[in-house]
């Protein structure tokens, strides 16, 4: 079935009971709405990443995202004040930056820093 708007307002629109048309487009949309929700990637704001880093502060969050090689946004909510990135993209983030993932990999990381380059 051609989902043909236009062709169809009537049914759709101005005749304000169930009819068949009505029926057969919120099948069809339904259908179609099942496929798009299973080839949705998996989006991740800064809050979802401060938990999975577990970070105690937003700032902590944003240090990181402030780096050159984190990846940009894919899409931007509320005016461009949330950010949404693409989970694949911070998992090679993570990987090439393992000791930000927890608390125990910074404090390593710090102690690391402070052996190896400060002294």
Avoid: C
């Amino acid at each position: 079935m051609d989902l043909d708007f236009e062709s169809n307002k009537y049914d759709l629109f101005d005749d304000w009971h169930q009819n068949k048309t009505k029926q057969a487009f919120t099948q069809k949309l339904q259908q179609q709405a099942q496929i798009e929700k299973t080839e949705l990637p998996q989006l991740l704001s800064r809050e979802d990443l401060k938990i999975r880093w577990q970070m105690n502060s937003r700032q902590s969050v944003h240090q990181v995202a402030s780096k050159p090689d984190f990846p940009q946004p894919i899409f931007n909510f509320n005016h461009g004040k949330t950010p949404l990135y693409l989970e694949t993209e911070i998992q090679i983030f993570e990987i090439n930056h393992p000791w930000l993932i927890t608390p125990g990999a910074r404090l390593a990381y710090s102690h690391w820093i402070l052996d190896n380059v400060i002294d």
